[in-house]
C-alpha cells in the first residue's frame, strides 16, 4: 500500500494536503517524511516529564501548525486541544490528553518510516 | 518591480508549502528566525510581501514586526502572519504592530494565493501613486524656486551693483543659519527649515523693484530724504509679495515676508522700518541682516572701495553698522573660516 492511501486509512484527510500541496504528491510525500524527525525534535514528551510548561507550549504549538499544514487530522486536533490546555493554565489535562496522542502519533510515524 | 515573498518559519515543512505555492510567480526567500528575516529584509529591496510566523526562536515574528515599524518598512510591505495561533490578544498585538491579515495554519493554500495576491497588487499600486506625487511634488518646488531665482534676477537688473550678491547672501545665510542653530538650543532649526529660509532669503531685496532709478542707481552717497525713499524697500517688498503669495511654498512665503521687512531691523531698536528690539525680530531677520551688511563691507560701491575681509569682520565686531545680537555675532564669528572661503 503506498503512503498516502495507508495515511488515508489512518484517519489523515490526504485530500485536503493534497490541495495545499497544489496536487503535487510527491511533495507531499516528502514533507510527510519528515514529520518523525520533526515531532521527535520537538521533545515535547520530555518537556512534560520536566514540568516545563512553557516549553511545552512551544512544542505542542509547533507540532499544531506542521500536523495542520500535513492535514494529520488527528494529530491536529489534539494539538490544538493541548495548546489551548495549556493556555488556560490546566497542564495536568494537557500532559494526560498529550499521554493519549502517544499511540496515535506512533501509528502515523510508524506508517510514514514503513514507507521509507 | 519587487517579486519575492520573504517566508519566515522555523519549520521546513511549512516553509515548502508556501514556497511551492508561489514559486510560479514569485522568487522565494525563507528564513528559519526573525533575526534572518530582518537580514535579508535589509539586503533585499525587492520584497514584495512577508509571510511570518509568529512562534520561533531567536526572534520570533512580533520581533520582526517591532523591527519593520522602527525601519518604516512596514508601510511599504505587506506583513501576513501565518500561524496556528488562536490567542486572541497575541493576533490583536500583531494587527496594532501593523500585520495586514492573519491567516491560520492549516490554510487553504488557493485562497491564502488570491489574498495575498490581491493584497500585494493594492500596496504595489499605493507604491507607485506615491512614487508619483513625490515626483510631482520635487517638479513643483524646482518650478517654485526658479520663479523665485527669476524675480531676483529681475531685481537684480534693476540694481547695477547687486551681480552676485543674491547668491553670496544665500551662501552667508546658510553658514550662519546653521551655525546659530547648532550653537544655541533656543535658535535650534531642523534641516529643511534652514534650507527654507535660505530659499526665501533671495528675495530680501524684492521691494527694491519699486525704487526710482535715480535713487537705486545714483553714483554717490544717498541724501537724507532719498535714504528715507530707499528704506522703504523693506515695506514694499512686503507689499509685492504679498500680491504673489501663490508662486511659493507657504513657508518659504512666510520666511521671505518677514525678512524682506526686517532684514535692516538691528538689535538696539535703531534699525527700520519698524524698530524692533531684540528677538522681537526673526532669527532668519537678524541672519540675513548680518550677511547683507557683511556683503556691502566687502563690495566695492560708487562712494567706497571693498573692505577687505578682516576689516570688515572688525567693523561688524565693533558696532559700526549697528548693533547686533551677541549670539549671532558669536556665530559669525566662529563661522569666519567658511565665509572668508565663501569669498
Redesign the interface.
Known amino acids: 500500500m503506498d503512503l498516502i492511501s495507508g495515511l488515508g486509512e489512518l484517519g489523515v484527510n490526504t485530500d485536503e494536503a493534497l490541495a495545499r500541496f497544489m496536487n503535487n504528491a510527491s511533495l507531499y510525500e516528502r514533507m510527510l517524511k519528515k514529520f518523525p524527525a520533526a515531532a521527535r525534535d520537538a521533545k515535547a514528551l520530555e518537556c512534560f516529564q520536566a514540568k516545563d510548561y512553557e516549553k511545552a507550549l512551544a512544542a505542542t504549538h509547533t507540532l499544531k501548525g506542521v500536523t495542520g499544514n500535513l492535514s494529520l487530522t488527528p494529530l491536529f486536533k489534539a494539538y490544538t486541544d493541548i495548546v489551548a490546555l495549556l493556555r488556560a493554565d490546566k497542564p495536568e489535562e494537557a500532559e494526560a490528553m498529550y499521554m493519549e496522542l502517544i499511540p496515535t502519533e506512533e501509528k502515523i510515524i510508524g506508517c510514514i518510516e514503513s514507507c521509507q | 518591480m519587487n517579486n519575492a515573498i520573504l517566508i519566515v518559519d522555523?519549520?521546513?515543512?511549512?516553509r515548502?508549502?508556501l514556497a511551492?505555492?508561489f514559486r510560479d510567480e514569485y522568487e522565494i526567500l525563507e528564513a528559519e528566525n526573525g533575526i534572518q528575516a530582518i537580514e535579508l529584509l535589509n539586503t533585499n529591496n525587492n520584497i514584495a510581501a512577508v509571510l511570518l510566523?509568529l512562534?520561533m526562536p531567536e526572534m520570533d515574528g512580533m520581533g520582526v514586526l517591532k523591527q519593520m515599524n522602527e525601519s518604516g518598512r512596514i508601510v511599504h510591505t505587506p506583513v501576513f502572519i501565518i500561524?496556528?495561533?488562536?490567542?486572541e490578544k497575541m493576533l490583536m498585538d500583531a494587527y496594532n504592530l501593523g500585520a495586514v491579515d492573519v491567516i491560520n495554519?492549516?490554510?487553504?493554500?488557493?485562497f491564502l494565493k488570491c489574498r495575498i495576491g490581491n493584497i500585494i497588487e493594492l500596496y504595489r499600486h499605493r507604491n507607485d501613486l506615491e512614487d508619483i506625487v513625490n515626483e510631482q511634488v520635487e517638479r513643483l518646488n524646482k518650478v517654485n524656486l526658479s520663479m523665485v531665482e527669476t524675480l531676483a534676477t529681475l531685481i537684480e537688473f534693476r540694481d547695477c551693483e547687486s551681480g552676485e550678491h543674491v547668491k553670496r547672501i544665500c551662501g552667508l545665510t546658510e553658514i550662519l543659519m546653521t551655525a546659530v542653530s547648532e550653537m544655541y538650543p533656543e535658535y535650534y532649526l531642523p534641516r529643511h527649515e534652514i534650507e527654507k529660509i535660505v530659499t526665501a532669503s533671495i528675495l530680501h531685496d524684492v521691494g527694491k523693484i519699486a525704487i526710482s532709478d535715480s535713487i537705486l542707481n545714483k553714483p554717490g552717497r544717498l541724501t537724507k530724504e532719498e535714504f528715507e525713499i530707499m528704506k522703504q524697500h523693506t515695506t514694499k517688498g512686503c507689499d509685492i509679495l504679498t500680491q504673489i503669495p501663490d508662486i511659493m511654498d507657504n513657508d518659504i512665503y512666510n520666511y521671505s515676508y518677514d525678512i524682506a521687512r526686517h532684514h535692516h531691523e538691528r538689535w538696539d531698536g535703531r534699525g527700520y522700518p519698524d524698530g524692533l528690539v531684540g528677538d522681537d525680530i526673526s532669527i532668519w531677520a537678524q541672519v540675513v541682516a548680518i550677511a547683507d551688511v557683511y556683503d556691502a563691507l566687502i563690495s566695492p560701491r560708487v562712494y567706497k572701495k571693498a573692505f577687505d575681509f578682516e576689516t570688515a569682520v572688525k567693523m561688524i565686531n565693533d558696532g559700526e553698522c549697528g548693533t547686533f545680537n551677541p549670539k549671532v555675532l558669536n556665530a559669525f564669528n566662529a563661522s569666519a573660516d567658511k565665509i572668508r572661503f565663501k569669498e
Open positions: 522555523d519549520m521546513e515543512i511549512n515548502v508549502i511551492e505555492g510566523d512562534i500561524t496556528a495561533e488562536s490567542s495554519k492549516p490554510f487553504m493554500m488557493n
